[in-house]
């Protein structure tokens, strides 16, 4: 295992050496960095091009150039890495170390989205194959996968942002939206759902109806304005969660299971107050780490405590129902964040910005504040990258999970009387999961050196806009600092990539032909 | 198409039964070519999407004067060129904006002027230049880059994943090294270098070069289904009939992965089509004076607020010939899937248990 790592990392290094060779002869060939310089009127012009000369080694021939720079960038073997000067004297290293967490936080969450949503969605279709709703979303899946990007992100800033932000300014929601979503939500219900067709009608009706006076409520009572779930609403959603998660992960008739989820839905609900006070009094990311970590010790703990037998799952399934609920007090504090907010000089009632990664206006505020203000910023760009890249997790899901459906021992695990619970999120799903986990990393990786065009619709200046710079000022040691980054990511995404398929499939053998 | 029929074989003879046995009728002695054919053209959505795509190929590439081979000069119907400057309309478009397209769907007794294309169906541009032209050309800019992708990444893909597949040893190796090698260099990134320093060269020229990096996932996919296929015993017996190596490589392998081929093409091209307006939006892919349809959509993002015409017809462009691409690939992958059976509807099933009871009852 140690020596197929080892000599995939030396041919790794091979290869990142060639393909950067090439990529700095490429780069230094097409264009001359003093070129508007020497066209330039300035008095002193020969001595900015002598300066720039010496402060980018110029005068070398980029072969050997290139060799200077393998010079600073090997020195990340000794912890000092130096990746040389831009053009506009500051250091490569300073500007990668500004724009690598923007970029990171521009595309994270839309990956995320992506996975969960995407895989959900794959599951259901293929649960449901050839019904409507899996024929509809595939239809849905194929339109985003043929979607560009800059496209949608100029519909999404028209029609969502611009027309949510007027909407804002009297939110009454209108009659044709209160049945429009009615009937989008119990439509979309009801074909998940399935059943017969009183069932179907029956989870229509509730869902649609639901979906229909609950935005009926929040338009009356100017919800939109002032948000906030409130602690009978969260202790509700958690109880809700905890059914969920059990039933998903051990189902319900695991008894010991369900209590301790529920003991945790119940620890939500008694710690609201007692947690929002403590986010008024120390509002810190640290806070919040420290309460999700003692609420998870707590969980374990719990969950030990009413199980005797079979406790892995018993623990995951109290944690997984902790950590969810426990979102909810987060999400109801950004909530109740939202109207001051609003009232700032700064948003004044306009919340949703379209371009930009923070508001400039936005005085040294509130923690909860500026963070709802990066909330705020990421909303567009995380929709527009989700509703891109979540069509290939649905299709890609979808077909893993039908054909693992097809397996014999599929047809043994039901033949010895498992439930479809059990089937499903036991035997099917976790082997769906594992070319999918294996896509998901290279992915990634991917989307990081794709963040290019993102960046540039929506106007945030991470790893894409320093390439663009670096492209087109012929700044090489910027260039070049860029394409280190995303290409050793994706080298090193695909060697994780293999390692996490043959960990997580035994059949596959590392080493082997390699 | 001569296909072999080895991978039909091992069902037909088991089932007889039920499901099986309609769906085996209806492919009961025909050829490996005449059962995919039959599949896809069955495929309602690949169907509708092969008709898109080709009406609108004719369409763009009619339009305009085109040139055949540089030499013959082809006229097109359409009476405006993308460099003609007519007047730019004023007067008659709402919220007092200019040049607003002229396309009608409405019929007379609605209200409307009638189905009809009129002077500039798509409207007009800032400087009066007719956006119905400009959206032609650009398409069919954006469809040759993708067509050129295309081809040098199937072919460069077929070439190498086929070699390295058949010869395994040292060759793989090599080979495939070199394919991890020009895996490292996103896509976008290449496409931003190339496309920023030869992008004057013209769009055929960066398609050329794209094409050169395009085909890294196509050679992957090719020797997997290689290293499979050698290992056939119809392999063995074109080899033991003393059948050239290249004789084996392209009679007798190169046609059972054709299937992974083309859906694989497919999918690459409708990313190609993807990648080249992305390229162009962001500067780096075709320039300015030529015309392509992410460069329409960057330069008039602005007055998507006032004349949002400039701004859906380019984009409906890409979206159609990229849905329709992904389409038609969902259908040959269908086609081309052993394991895939069509649905069987309740009525079917009913007549067939019917006719077996029928034929039980006459035993």
Same mark, same amino acid.
């Given at each position: 295992?140690?020596a ?55 005068d ?16 990340i ?38 996975? +969960?949503? =995407?895989? @959900?969605? #794959? /599951?259901?279709?293929?649960?449901? $194959?050839? !019904?409507r ?49 009615g ?22 009706a ?25 602690p009978?609403? +969260?202790? =509700?959603? @958690?109880? #809700? /969660?905890?059914?969920?998660?059990? $039933?998903? !992960? ?25 947690a ?75 919340? +949703? ?5 923070r508001s ?5 505020e ?11 910023h ?129 059949r ?7 | ?6 991978k ?19 492919i ?47 006229p ?10 007519p ?17 009608s ?75 991890d090698?020009?895996i ?35 050679s ?6 290689f ?28 046609p ?61 462009f ?23 059976r ?21 035993d």
């Amino acid at each position: 295992m140690a020596a197929f790592i080892l000599r995939r990392l030396g041919v790794l290094g091979v290869i990142l050496f060639g393909s950067s060779f090439i990529l700095y002869n490429l780069a230094a060939i097409s264009g001359d960095p003093t070129a508007d310089l020497k066209l330039s009127n300035d008095p002193n012009r020969d001595f900015l091009i002598a300066s720039l000369t010496r402060e980018l080694q110029l005068d070398v021939p980029p072969p050997a150039r290139y060799f200077l720079w393998l010079k600073g960038i090997l020195g990340i073997f000794i912890g000092q890495p130096d990746f040389g000067m831009s053009r506009d004297g500051s250091t490569v290293a300073h500007s990668l170390a500004l724009a690598i967490p923007v970029t990171i936080r521009l595309v994270l969450a839309a990956t995320i989205f992506a996975i +969960v949503l =995407g895989i @959900a969605i #794959g /599951i259901i279709t293929a649960l449901r $194959q050839y !019904s409507r709703f899996d024929y509809s979303m595939t239809f849905v899946s194929f339109l985003m996968f043929s979607l560009p990007v800059f496209w949608v992100a100029v519909l999404l800033k028209e029609y969502l942002a611009i027309s949510f932000n007027n909407f804002l300014q009297d939110p009454k929601v209108p009659l044709s939206f209160v049945i429009g979503i009615g009937l989008f939500t119990g439509i979309f219900w009801a074909s998940i759902i399935g059943g017969t067709r009183k069932a179907f009608w029956m989870t229509f009706a509730i869902a649609g109806g639901s979906a229909s006076a609950l935005i009926t409520f929040f338009s009356l009572t100017g919800w939109f304005l002032n948000p906030s779930l409130g602690p009978i609403v +969260v202790g =509700g959603l @958690a109880v #809700g /969660i905890a059914y969920g998660v059990t $039933q998903l !992960s051990v189902g319900l008739i695991n008894k010991a299971a369900l209590k301790a989820s529920l003991t945790m839905a119940a620890v939500t609900f008694v710690a609201y107050y007692p947690a929002n006070w403590l986010f008024d009094k120390y509002p810190s990311a640290l806070t919040i780490f420290i309460l999700a970590s003692l609420n998870i010790a707590l969980a374990v703990f719990v969950a030990l405590g009413f199980s005797k037998i079979d406790r892995g799952p018993i623990v995951r399934t109290a944690v997984l129902t902790a950590f969810i609920s426990s979102g909810l007090l987060i999400v109801d504090k950004f909530m109740q964040t939202w109207k001051p907010y609003m009232e700032t000089d700064a948003i004044n009632y306009r919340p +949703v910005p379209t371009v930009g990664q923070r508001s400039d206006l936005l005085g040294n505020e509130d923690w909860w504040i500026s963070n709802l203000d990066v909330v705020t910023h990421l909303f567009l760009p995380t929709l527009a990258l989700t509703l891109i890249s979540f069509a290939g997790y649905i299709r890609y899901s979808r077909g893993t999970l039908l054909e693992v459906l097809n397996q014999d021992y599929i047809r043994t695990a039901r033949a010895k009387g498992l439930t479809e619970r059990t089937v499903i999120m036991r035997h099917a799903f976790r082997n769906t999961m594992i070319p999918l986990t294996t896509i998901m990393v290279v992915d990634f990786a991917g989307v990081i050196g794709g963040a290019l065009i993102t960046e540039s619709v929506f106007g945030w200046s991470g790893m894409g806009t320093l390439f663009r710079q670096g492209l087109l000022g012929y700044d090489l040691n910027l260039l070049m600092g860029v394409f280190f980054i995303t290409a050793t990511l994706s080298v090193v995404a695909n060697l994780i990539a293999d390692l996490l398929y043959s960990a997580l499939d035994p059949r596959i053998r590392v080493g082997s032909g390699a | 198409m001569a296909f072999s029929l080895k991978k039909k074989a091992a069902t037909t003879e088991s089932t007889t039964s039920g499901e099986n046995a309609i769906a085996n009728k209806e492919i009961e002695g025909l050829s490996q070519g005449q059962i995919v054919r039959r599949r896809f053209f069955r495929h309602r959505a690949a169907m509708i999407s092969l008709v898109t795509i080709i009406s609108i190929t004719v369409l763009v590439f009619t339009a305009l004067d085109f040139k055949l081979f540089g030499v013959w000069k082809v006229p097109g119907w359409w009476k405006w060129t993308p460099e003609d400057l007519p007047e730019l309309r004023f007067g008659d478009c709402p919220n007092d904006t200019v040049g607003c397209p002229t396309i009608s769907f409405r019929p007379k007794f609605l209200g409307g002027s009638g189905f009809g294309l009129g002077d500039h169906p798509f409207g007009q541009d800032d400087i009066g230049r007719d956006f119905f032209a400009l959206v032609m050309k650009g398409t069919q800019r954006s469809l040759s880059v993708m067509i050129v992708i295309g081809a040098i990444g199937a072919t460069i893909g077929t070439v190498v994943g086929a070699i390295s597949g058949f010869y395994r040893g040292k060759v793989d190796a090599i080979l495939m090294r070199f394919t991890d090698f020009i895996i490292t260099i996103p896509a976008i990134i290449i496409g931003s270098v190339v496309g920023f320093h030869f992008g004057n060269l013209g769009a055929m020229f960066l398609a050329f070069y794209l094409g050169l990096f395009a085909w890294t996932g196509l050679s992957r996919l090719v020797r997997g289904e290689f290293l499979t296929l050698r290992e056939r015993e119809f392999v063995d017996a074109a080899r033991v009939a003393g059948a050239s190596n290249r004789r084996i490589i392209f009679k007798h392998i190169l046609p059972n992965a054709v299937g992974v081929i083309i859906v694989s093409v497919t999918l690459l091209m409708s990313g190609a089509i993807l990648l080249e307006t992305a390229l162009s939006y962001i500067g780096f892919g075709v320039i300015e004076p030529d015309v392509s349809l992410g460069l329409l959509i960057n330069k008039y993002q602005d007055s998507f607020t006032t004349r949002p015409w400039l701004f859906w017809y380019p984009g409906l462009f890409i979206i159609s010939i990229a849905l329709s691409i992904n389409f038609i690939g969902d259908g040959l992958r269908d086609a081309f899937d052993p394991r895939q059976r069509r649905r069987i509807s309740k009525k079917e099933r009913q007549e067939s248990a019917t006719a077996r009871k029928l034929a039980q009852a006459n035993d």
